[in-house]
């Protein structure tokens, strides 16, 4: 995982750190409708809608912060929000849980 996190990392890139046993917050912004369609393991669903009402959560995390959402839209949105408010250690997952499913793990179903 490099020092510092760039604003934007590919599904790839996220496999990878999980699969070396870098622990990440996997944050998925995506409402609780879709996220009844389908989820990836392990995140943890806050929508952006409440991501400011989260940020005492966010605030001084030591792990990573992984933001996904369907497409990767909101959780760029997300991301600029959290760095403006000083939560520097996070990034959004290009492509969102739709290209994780294609170039991760295909089990996990598209919408």
Same mark, same amino acid.
């Given at each position: 995982? +490099?020092?510092?996190? +760039?604003?934007?990392?590919? +599904?790839?890139?996220?496999?990878?750190?999980?699969?070396?046993? $870098?622990? &990440?917050?996997? &944050?998925?912004?995506?409402?609780?409708?879709?996220?009844?369609?389908?989820? &990836?393991?392990?995140?943890?669903?806050?929508?952006?809608?409440?991501?400011?009402?989260?940020?005492?959560?966010?605030?001084?995390?030591?792990?990573?912060?992984?933001?996904?959402?369907?497409?990767?839209?909101?959780?760029?949105?997300?991301?600029?929000?959290?760095?403006? $408010?000083?939560?520097?250690?996070?990034?959004?997952?290009?492509?969102?849980?739709?290209?994780?499913?294609?170039?991760?793990?295909?089990?996990?179903?598209?919408?």
């Amino acid at each position: 995982m +490099p020092e510092e996190l +760039p604003w934007e990392v590919t +599904p790839l890139d996220v496999k990878r750190w999980l699969d070396a046993g $870098q622990p &990440i917050r996997m &944050i998925d912004v995506r409402e609780p409708s879709e996220h009844a369609l389908t989820r &990836i393991a392990g995140s943890e669903l806050i929508p952006m809608r409440t991501i400011p009402a989260a940020l005492s959560s966010l605030e001084g995390e030591e792990t990573p912060i992984v933001v996904f959402c369907h497409h990767g839209m909101r959780s760029l949105q997300v991301v600029a929000w959290l760095r403006e $408010q000083g939560v520097t250690a996070c990034t959004s997952m290009a492509g969102g849980i739709d290209r994780w499913s294609l170039e991760v793990d295909p089990a996990v179903p598209r919408y």
